[in-house]
């Protein structure tokens, strides 16, 4: 089900029929994200993290748990091995939970909005043919820039216009 709903939500999915498969599925494709059970035949989710953790091709993939046991002592030993979050299945629906397993690998963006007579501002929007006033021609919200971090150390984005009010990309 989970792989459907996520292939659908637009990740590209790589199943896996147990721990084992898993680890094997892991190392072969390096994945963005690991979604996993705890309770699988031949190797449990646990025992899957931590052999996760042993190897460097694998260590740094960040691990999500959907378990239908909500055991605290479970929940615990997921957040000891560095478990990126912990589902018990029937609190979330599955598109929540596609939706918080983006939020963990997405880049963080910034919506910035302009002044127009600040430094480049009006060439700007000279350049693109963008209406100086920079209100959205759909809905006349306010264009602003959204800018991804894309590396934090850096402190490089990537950056696009879009309207902070909806959503639209073109001003
Ligand atoms: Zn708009």
Redesign the pocket.
């Given at each position: 089900m989970y792989a459907e709903i996520f292939h659908k939500e637009g990740f590209v999915v790589f199943e896996a029929e147990n721990g084992v498969d898993g680890l094997d599925g892991a190392t072969k494709n390096t994945p963005d994200v690991i979604f996993t059970g705890i309770v699988m035949p031949t190797m449990d989710g646990f025992t899957m993290m931590e052999a996760l953790k042993k190897n460097v091709m694998t260590s740094n993939i960040p691990v999500v748990i959907s378990s239908h046991l909500g055991r605290e002592e479970d929940q615990q030993r997921a957040r000891d091995l560095g478990a990126k979050a912990f589902f018990i299945r029937g609190f979330y629906t599955p598109y929540e939970i596609v939706e918080k397993v983006r939020a963990i690998f997405e880049l963080p963006e910034y919506k910035i909005k302009f002044a127009i007579n600040e430094l480049d501002v009006a060439k700007m929007a000279r350049d693109l043919r963008i209406n100086m006033d920079f209100k959205?021609p759909?809905?006349e919200?306010d264009m602003v820039l959204a800018m991804k971090l894309v590396d934090a150390k850096n402190q490089e984005f990537s950056a696009k216009l879009v309207?902070a009010?909806?959503g639209?990309g073109r001003g």
């Open positions: 959205c759909k809905c919200g309207c009010g909806c639209s």
